[in-house]
């Protein structure tokens, strides 16, 4: 792109003369995906590589780097005919995770390392989780879990260089706060093997970046406060006439932060998961579904940012490495044009108030409960199984065009430049007024997403930029609910399970099929916009190639 489309240093909106501030890419990141071992599928890596080149991302973090079907890890050997050989000492190969972090680097991100789970010969219990089987125990022996991180990180030095892995992050474990399942130890335990592991990679090298805890969601009551989960504390949230009322508060956070700085261990990166949803359980012992409002995942990056800093580590990042709309990967919410402006929405709103937040995840390929029944299944991905564009890829192509500098910012959408190229590009949005403090929540079947289609009003967005050079043409790309919502064009095609190739051809075809015309300046510098959004809408500007 011509930098010469600006005609001045500064723009005019709306008759104002522009100031300029920083515009963070938060959304682009990091992303996330299941497990290490889906990453060895060849779909999988043709759809990562997609995401990249259209939606920017930087990292990338998934479970199961030491899982048994990476076979990072063995004490044992076996023939497959017989009985497995016991070995004198571990061995370690690398050669799975190499695939997987080979395709990644040259796709041109990165792996934001979450090192975990359990080898099944390291576990102290064999208990698992999810349909893979996950081992979410302390390890039996603590030296030889540091030797698994340390001979780990050694290699991956020695293959890419430490100036590369020094780019890296490492986050000890996945949501350990969700007893039994996630962590079968207690708070303590955890806490004591970030010590053990975060100690064991500062010996490796002092710049090396690791963090955690890796804590699942806020919550307004003292289930995680203890050693082990208390179901019973969560009963004034189960039963609160209005949730959202409640004192939300991290978990483990402050603990970590405590304990940690007691001990004078490093802590380079705090990391936790929001999702503005959460699960009580009510006296009978079944779990409630709470949606919180709308701005929940802003006022806890509020609180979080502001806890951070005055602690006893105020330089530490702050690394969201799991958001979405829902932590279900069966809530059809996910795969429709709801899903995609509550994101887009979110990520404008939150853009200085973190590192990162990383969306869960960029596909479909992705089996914590087995795979999906259907196309479209409400699974977390913004591509489905089958590489289909869901309208939450859109929303992340959207916002990876944008520039770095902001210029406009109203309630429905910014106006931005590059810094690089001057390039001018814009997002709206049309999150009805009508939902007020509302977020667009959970749905167990898609029918059940159908009843948001019928709440809000269009929206007119209507800006004049100047001082522009006379004759830029820029595209327009809408996303509506007859443009780009694949979902609902595979519901009206009878929401087949199983497609025909002329079924998948079709819908692939809808899935990109948005609604696209062009603007030009005029002949005195001036770019008019001037566009009637439906309900839900997404509009994306820029300036054409």
């Known amino acids: 792109m ?22 963070p890419h938060i959304w682009a990141e990091c992303v996330g995906a299941g497990r290490a071992n ?13 995401v990249v080149d259209a939606c920017g991302f930087r990292y990338i973090r998934f479970h199961g780097v030491f899982h048994d079907d990476m076979f990072v890890y063995r004490e044992s050997y076996g023939s497959g005919f017989g009985p497995n050989v016991n070995l004198p000492s571990p061995v ?9 972090f080979d395709h990644i680097l040259e796709c041109g991100a990165r792996p934001f390392v979450e090192l975990g789970f359990m080898p099944r010969e390291l576990a102290t219990e064999h208990e698992t989780v999810f349909w893979w089987g996950a081992h979410a125990s302390p390890p039996k022996d603590m030296a030889r879990w540091v030797e698994l991180v340390t001979r780990s990180i050694e290699h991956w030095i020695g293959r890419y260089g430490l100036a590369e892995v020094r780019e890296w992050r490492f986050e000890l474990w996945n949501e350990p706060n969700l007893m039994p399942h996630f962590w079968t130890g207690t708070k303590t335990e955890y806490f004591e093997l970030y010590e053990h592991t975060v100690r064991a990679i500062k010996k490796i090298d002092s710049e090396l970046k690791v963090g955690g805890p890796a804590t699942s969601v806020f919550v307004p009551d003292d289930r995680y406060k203890g050693e082990v989960e208390d179901r019973s504390a969560t009963l004034e949230t189960s039963t609160a006439p209005d949730v959202d009322a409640l004192d939300w508060r991290p978990v483990w956070i402050e603990d970590f932060i405590a304990w940690c700085a007691e001990r004078e261990l490093p802590v380079d990166f705090i990391s936790t998961h929001l999702y503005p949803t959460d699960y009580a359980y009510g006296a009978d012992g079944q779990g409630v579904h709470i949606t919180r409002y709308a701005d929940a995942t802003y006022d806890d990056l509020v609180l979080l940012r502001d806890l951070v800093a ?6 530490a990042e702050i690394h969201i490495t799991e958001w979405s709309t829902s932590p279900s990967s069966r809530d059809f919410i996910h795969d429709t044009l709801f899903a995609a402006t509550s994101i887009i929405r979110s990520y404008l709103k939150c853009a200085t108030l973190a590192d990162s937040i990383s969306y869960w995840t960029f596909t479909d ?13 409400g699974g977390f991905g913004m591509v489905n199984e089958a590489g289909m564009h869901k309208p939450t890829f859109h929303a992340f192509a959207m916002l990876h065009r944008l520039g770095d500098r902001l210029l406009l910012a109203t309630s429905d959408g ?3 430049r590059d810094s690089r190229t001057s390039a001018v590009s814009a997002l709206f949005f049309n999150y009805p007024e009508e939902m007020a403090r509302r977020a667009v929540g959970s749905a167990n079947s898609y029918p059940a997403t159908r009843a948001l289609a019928k709440v ?31 979902a609902e064009a595979w519901h009206r095609l009878g929401s087949p399970i199983n497609l025909s190739r002329a079924d998948s051809k079709y819908l692939s075809v809808v899935a990109d099929s948005l ?13 008019e916009i001037d566009v009637d959004l439906p309900p839900w809408a997404v509009l994306s500007l820029r300036q054409a190639a």
């Open 92 to 100: 370690f190969t690398f050669s799975y995770v190499d695939k997987v």
């Open 2 to 23: 011509s930098n010469d489309i600006v005609l001045e240093s500064s723009l005019r909106i709306d008759g104002e003369l522009c100031s300029e501030s920083a515009l």
């Open 414 to 416: 910014v106006v931005t």
């Open 515 to 527: 609604r696209r015309f062009t603007l030009t300046v005029t002949d005195n510098g001036t770019l």
């Open 365 to 377: 390929v992705f089996e914590e409960g087995g795979a999906g029944i259907g196309p479209f299944h």
């Open 310 to 315: 005055n602690s006893a580590y105020p330089d």
């Open 456 to 486: 809000g009003s269009s929206r007119r967005v209507r800006h004049s930029i100047g001082q522009l050079k006379p004759g830029t043409t820029f595209l327009v790309e809408i996303m509506d609910w007859e443009h780009g919502n694949v």
């Open 38 to 50: 889906e990453a060895l599928r060849a779909d999988w890596q043709q759809q990562f590589r997609e």
